[in-house]
């Protein structure tokens, strides 16, 4: 029978999670995530990790199984996140993978460049100077060491800048001679859901969504983690302006952040990485798209792939 490796994909609050168990229940079948933060430990809330609950009705995996310090690239995934689902369609025709990290998706549908992995001294060295030059520096540099990357890349994303720079001192070559993007084959279908929402209504979800993680404890947890603010684990939203908040940092009217300021700006931050994510999937001409509530047509979809 057809090996069938389901990805359910979409805007961050759109309601991928609930789907996927909905999915791998009814396929008595493993939810392997997609998403770059829920795999790191001590931050479930601000990531919006699966419940325990849930995790009790199917298995999870890549959730909560990092150190906060632990580098992860999407190359190690791609090479880890394979080899567990052809281990697990030892025993299971479907699969369900669901996240919005779109270049984790990427990575397990069309493979990724073999790019060298950076030694520690190499990324050390880098991170150091972020921490204390900030990120202008390190963008100005990389302008300079490959030029055609520096035209792409988000210039305000400092783990693509940073990585970029590593690659160029640890090869003495460009970050852009490695990014061939040649399709990799894979043993198995694969089938993309797209869930999409109204605009309002998914912001709406997003607001609530927040206002839930600050209810049930988001405030408490950033605090626990704030001594290890400067790791890129913790480079995202929810984290980045509760930190903003307990610095005491200014606005640009010049007052200090409040709490309701730095909630403002996650709910806003949330509905901005929702737009970027949209903007990366429909360029994918292979994703079919359904409300969420369309359960039953998602369903005979996936009859119809795996016949």
């Known amino acids: 029978m057809n090996k069938l490796l389901v990805v359910i994909l979409g805007p961050t609050g759109c309601g991928k999670s609930d789907i996927a168990v909905k999915l791998a229940g009814k396929y008595s079948t493993h939810i392997i995530s997609a998403d770059s933060r829920q795999m790191y430990r001590d931050i479930p809330i601000g990531t919006a990790a699966p419940s325990e609950y849930d995790q009790s009705l199917v298995p999870h ?115 852009t001679s490695y990014r061939t993007r040649a399709k990799k084959e894979r043993p198995f279908s694969i089938l993309k859901i797209g869930l999409t929402r109204p605009r309002e209504e998914l912001y709406g979800r997003i607001n609530n969504r927040v206002d839930v993680m600050i209810k049930n404890g988001l405030i408490e947890e950033a605090q626990k983690v704030y001594p290890y603010k400067n790791l890129n684990s913790l480079n995202t939203v929810g984290y980045k302006e509760l930190f903003s908040y307990f610095d005491k940092e200014k606005t640009p009217s010049g007052d200090t952040w409040s709490l309701d300021f730095a909630v403002e700006k996650i709910k806003q931050n949330s509905r901005i990485y929702s737009r970027k994510q949209m903007t990366w999937f429909k360029r994918d001409n292979s994703i079919h798209w359904y409300h969420p509530d369309q359960i039953t047509e998602i369903e005979q979809l996936i009859e119809e792939w795996n016949k």
């Not at 060295?125 to 030059?133: A, D, G, I, V």
């Open 61 to 175: 995996h890549f959730v909560g199984n990092l150190e906060l310090d632990r580098y992860y690239s999407a190359a190690q995934y791609e090479s880890e996140a394979i080899e567990l689902i052809n281990n697990l369609f030892q025993s299971n025709n479907i699969l369900i993978m669901c996240g919005g990290s779109m270049m984790y998706i990427d990575a397990v549908c069309n493979g990724i460049d073999d790019i060298p992995t950076v030694l520690p001294e190499v990324r050390d060295e880098l991170l150091t100077r972020y921490n204390s030059q900030g990120l202008e520096p390190l963008a100005a540099e990389l302008r300079l060491l490959d030029p055609e990357y520096w035209k792409i890349v988000d210039r305000k994303n400092p783990k693509r800048i940073i990585h970029a720079l590593e690659i160029c001192y640890q090869t003495g070559k460009t970050f």
